[in-house]
């Protein structure tokens, strides 16, 4: 039986409050989300760019939308040019590769 590589994807994500609630978004892919807590809206961001990532894998056009986002491919990890951020939200990348062991790629 074959294993799967495990990669995960980490992106900048901001939180702001409004008035009674708070939005979540990650602009550099332009995913939003919101949520009645800070943890809400965040929790809910980090399913809504799981799923982002999900479709766009399924879709075969992950890799493009990455390099269209002003991300680029370095040694096989995908990583935002000049960017600052430091609030990241990480989510899992999904992976049809079999065969190899499992590994964790952070971008």
């Known amino acids: 039986m074959g294993r799967r590589a495990k990669f995960h994807i980490s992106l900048p994500a901001i939180v702001k409050q409004r008035t009674n609630m708070w939005i979540s978004s990650c602009p550099c892919v332009d995913v939003f989300s919101q949520g009645d807590t800070k943890e809400e809206a965040m929790a809910n961001l980090k399913e809504a760019l799981s799923l982002f990532v999900e479709t766009c894998h399924e ?34 990348v999904p992976s049809d590769v079999k065969g190899v062991r499992s590994a964790e790629c952070r971008a």
């Open 59 to 92: 879709m075969g056009t992950l890799e493009q939308v990455m390099k269209d986002s002003g991300f680029s491919v370095i040694t096989g990890i995908i990583k935002k040019k000049n960017e600052t951020d430091p609030n990241m939200v990480t989510i899992p």
